[in-house]
């Protein structure tokens, strides 16, 4: 009878255990980076693998207008544009200083402003101008398309414009170069007035520049809301009249200032203070009795 040999069970060494360890803790470790960055993490990584690949471009809402009651119009807006460069598109130097010479000379400004901003390469918007006119505008749309550049874009916007300049100025008050209101009616109602703004999506590569396929989303813009004052143009004119008057011919130290109500309702048709000032131009302000007669 052959005999039966016990076999006895493989020796497992350190080296082996300690492999296996690594391994394990490799995978663990591994699964739980998975996990973070699939579970936790996934709306920031999300956010930033689509602000890598997609552009965004502001979409100005206008002001709502503002009328007096009979449908005359106080207080409007311009149609102007705003000139901006994106950086991470300039091509070397000799581009930045040939954008830099044409924008400075087209829209009158600073040469190293323009420079200076050309240089912020991982910028894909910095602003050159606000509030550019249709003369200057049809200019840089010149000069782009005759060196045929991809990095100075044009933004339609709007700025406000107040067809009788000094008429109901204290009522009315004046936006800031960003639109907001500042005073008057355009800061009491400034949430009114305001719209909301829209915005232009475009797919870009890795290197900023346009995906072979065609991607475009837009978000329209909504304008603000309009405001039809009690105030009455006509009455309000013959009223800022007198008060002038008043103020030339009067000892009024600093200002004269009147209203005209409505006895039924209590409506304002007309309220003003002299002197004024001009809304288009708010930083400039007559001295008390300026306009007066010596």
């Not at 552009?55 to 009328?67: C, L, N």
């Not at 091509?91 to 240089?119: C, M, P, Q, T, W």
């Not at 204290?170 to 500042?182: K, N, P, S």
């Not at 004024?276 to 007559?286: K, V």
Request: with cysteine; glycine share 8%.
């Amino acid at each position: 009878m052959a005999s039966i040999k016990s076999i006895k069970p493989k020796r497992v060494n350190w080296q082996d255990r300690a492999l296996v360890i690594i391994l394990v803790l490799a995978m663990l470790f591994l699964s739980g980076r998975l996990f973070y960055l699939q579970i936790i993490g996934y709306s920031e990584y999300q956010k930033k693998a689509s602000e890598n690949i997609t552009r965004e471009t502001t979409v100005s809402a206008s002001r709502g207008k503002i009328y007096d009651r009979n449908g005359i119009l106080l207080a409007d807006n311009n149609t102007v544009e705003r000139v901006f460069i994106s950086p991470a598109d300039i091509d070397g130097n000799a581009e930045r200083r040939l954008i830099a010479e044409n924008l400075s000379r087209i829209l009158g400004v600073d040469y190293d402003f323009v420079y200076e901003k050309g240089g912020l390469v991982k910028r894909k918007d910095e602003t050159i101008k606000k509030g550019v006119g249709k003369e200057e505008a049809d200019m840089v749309r010149a000069f782009v398309a005759e060196y045929e550049l991809d990095c100075v874009h044009l933004v339609t916007s709007t700025e406000r414009y107040y067809p009788y300049g000094n008429l109901l100025s204290h009522v009315l008050g004046f936006t800031g170069t960003d639109g907001q209101g500042l005073y008057g009616i355009e800061y009491q109602y400034d949430d009114y007035l305001t719209g909301t703004s829209g915005k232009i999506v475009t797919a870009k590569n890795g290197l900023g520049l346009d995906m072979p396929y065609k991607y475009e989303s837009y978000v329209k813009a909504v304008d603000g809301c309009d405001l039809i004052l009690t105030i009455d143009y006509n009455i309000q004119s013959i009223l800022e009249k007198y008060l002038e008057e008043c103020l030339e011919t009067s000892d009024a130290q600093n200002r004269v200032t009147s209203i005209i109500m409505d006895p039924d309702t209590g409506e304002i048709l007309a309220m003003a203070t002299k002197p004024d000032f001009d809304c288009n131009d708010p930083g400039f302000m007559p001295e008390a009795g300026e306009n007066r007669r010596s």
